[in-house]
C-alpha cells in the first residue's frame, strides 16, 4: 500500500493506493476516513488499482480552511483533481457523504467517471421540492442535523458525535464503541456539521439527474434511516442508466458490515462497462441484480 498526497487549491488531500489494473476510487462516509474501506480494497486490489482519498477534513487531509461557503463541489474537485492524475476515467464508489460526493463529481466532469456506485448516498438535498414523504425525509435528517448543530454550540462534542453515530447505526452504537474511538469520532464532529450543511443545502434536484448517463449501481440497506432509502428509491427512478440491490438485512454502514457481499456487485458493476453496448435511445429504469 502507498500513501501519497495532492495539493488541490491549498488543500492538501492525502490517498492510499494498492492494486493494478483499471482505477476504482472509494469515497468514504462522514466521520470516517479512507481507511473505511481497508477491506473491500483488499477483496479488489486483485482486479483494480484501488485508490480511497480522505476527504477534507479526514485522516490525513486537511481541514476547510474556512474560506467560503462549504460545499459538496470542494469535495469534488479533490476527487476530481486526484482521477486527473490518472489520466484516464476511474470507476467511483461512493458511501453516504461519499456517494453525495460521487454524484456530485458525476454531474460536474462526466468524462472522469467510468461508472459509478453509490451506498446509501447522503445527497439531502434531491428530497426537496417533494412530495409527503419526501418532506417527511427531510424533516427526520434536518431536526437530526440541528441537533448536533446545537450541541456543538455549545460545545458537547462527545454528545453531538454520539446522536450521529446512534441515529446511522442505531441506538446504544455510540456507547459500544471503545474509549479511544469515540473520543477521536468526537474530534471531527466540527467537519460533521459541515457536511450536513453540503447535503441538505446543494441546488442539485432530482432533474438535474434525468439525463446523467454514467452506468450506476445502487445499493441500499432495508434496515437503514428512511432519508436515505428515499433517496435510493428517487435515484431508481431518474438516472437513464440505473441498477439497483437492497440488502434487507443490512444498515446503513453496509460497506463495514456487508463487504463481501458488495464486493462482487461492485466489480461486475465495473467488468460491465468493459463491453458496454449503447442503450436504445430512451430506454430507462432501475434494474435490480438477482
Known sequence: MSITSIDVGGIICQYFAVGAGEPIVLLHCTGHSGRQWAELAAALRAD???????????GGTAHWPG???????????????LVERLNRPAHIVGHSFGGAVAL????RRPDLVKSLTVIEPAAFHLLCDGDDEDKRAL????????????????????GAMRRFVDYWTGNGAW????????????????KVTLDFWATLNDSTRLGDLVHLEVPTLIISG?????????????LARTLPDV??????????MLPLSHFREIQPL???????????????HGEVGARAYA
Open 48 to 58: 483494480f488499482e484501488v485508490i480511497a482519498p480522505d476527504l477534507c477534513g479526514y
Open 104 to 107: 456530485q463529481l458525476a454531474l
Open 266 to 280: 461492485i466489480k461486475a458493476h465495473c467488468d460491465a462497462q468493459a463491453n458496454r453496448r449503447e442503450r436504445p
Open 243 to 252: 441498477r439497483l440491490r437492497t440488502f434487507d438485512d443490512a444498515g446503513h
Open 222 to 234: 432495508g434496515h437503514s434511516p428512511f432519508p436515505t432509502r428515499r433517496i435510493c428509491y428517487h
Open 139 to 158: 424533516r427526520q435528517i434536518s431536526e437530526i442535523a440541528t441537533t448536533i448543530a446545537s450541541a456543538v454550540n455549545c460545545g458537547d462534542y462527545a
Open 67 to 81: 474560506s467560503g461557503t462549504f460545499n459538496l463541489g470542494i469535495e469534488a474537485d479533490l476527487v476530481a483533481a
Open 175 to 190: 456507547d459500544a464503541l471503545p474509549h479511544q474511538q469515540r473520543i477521536a469520532l468526537a474530534s471531527r464532529i466540527n
